[in-house]
């Protein structure tokens, strides 16, 4: 089972703040620090800070770094984290980050990738925020990345270019594919550092994901909103398998307060005949307090009619009511197995074996046997046979024993009955 982290960006992502969300959510800012440590280059410092947003606490992050008019290409950071020897998860993910990063400054800016020079993600607190970032997933053992849609906010944004529109192009290129919208905030709510970290890492958008919760927490973005809290909200667990889409079915049922035992069993009958998956009949008490039955029945959709229609005629009901369902069935084996010379039809199912009740009721009838020994024995035919083809033979099979030697051999079951045993 995957350990998933998700994003609730409601007020956009910046990479600071997705750190500070998995410093909060229980990563230790020590061991971080420690790994962004590895990389070779220094005049920094990694910092966490317990704040408050709109009344909710969170961490915020701080990189404190030496004012440095040095610009690096994507080459030259892809080559401080390989030459940083990080976890080999880490250095993936944060290399994934960048060069998502350095495909689209590219692509604007009409440059091969690794000649793309990066301003304000090339400076070393960016390269911490991912780097540390990547170290903090690693810390809480996190596997997968799911983000919600990401919120932008408008207006203009100050960069090493010039005023550019908020979001940033490189945001917008980043996050192409994935769930967008616009606040009337004018404010930059995700950087190109936090839409990279996105864009490399999350491989599902949407709302939180099944999971087993077992952590979360907020990472506090610089400015305060007047409107909402400025913070990015991560939540850590397990993942919970989802059910596969089932078999479609539809259940139609009628309320009926005249009919008696004898047509309720012939309803049921007349149900499955006109190929109902099931059918069934349950007691209820209608208004009035008058005493009454439900009768159900479960079929395929393309059957749907055609049983609403026996249900109709064989009840007397002047309606019939529907709802579309989903059913697993489990995959179960048919199978026929011999009791004193007559077949009986066994469904075999995972730990089970079930003996059809018509024909053991049959084979009980015609050799003297109760009915709990002819479904014994059944079971343990089906058993023995089984085990003798799956590991080779283990001794005969036990010997066939006639009490009714007139009746001859079983043949075929449908039919050779009575009519009133017919079921």
Known sequence: MSEVAWFHCFSGIAGDMAMGALVDAGADIAEVRAMCERLPVGGWALEAEPVTRC???GTKIHVHAEETTVVRTAAHVSALIEEARLPERVRRRALAAFHALARVEGRLHRRPPEQVHFHEVGAIDAIVDVVGTCAALELLDVDEVASSPVAHGLGMVRTAHGLLPNPAPAVTALLEGA?????NVASELT??????????????????????VTATGFGAGTIELDDRPNLVQVVVGARRPVLDPGQPVVLLETNVDDATGEQLAHAVSALLDAGAHDAWVTPILMKKGRPAHQVSALADPSLGEQVAQVLARETGSLGVRGRTMERWPLARLESQVDVDGYPVRVKVGAGRVKVEHDDAARVARRTGR?????????????RHRHDHDAHGPHGSEPPRRRTTPDDGPGGDLPGDDPPDDAS
């Not at 769930?179 to 606040?183: D, F, H, M, Q």
Request: charged share 15%.
């Open 55 to 57: 009344g909710i606490a």
């Open 179 to 183: 769930p967008t919208y616009g606040l």
């Open 191 to 212: 950087t190109p550092t936090g839409a990279a970290l996105l864009a490399a890492l999350a491989s599902e958008w949407g709302p939180l994901p099944p999971m087993t």
């Open 370 to 382: 109760s009915l709990r020994e002819v479904t014994s024995i059944a079971e343990e035919r089906w």
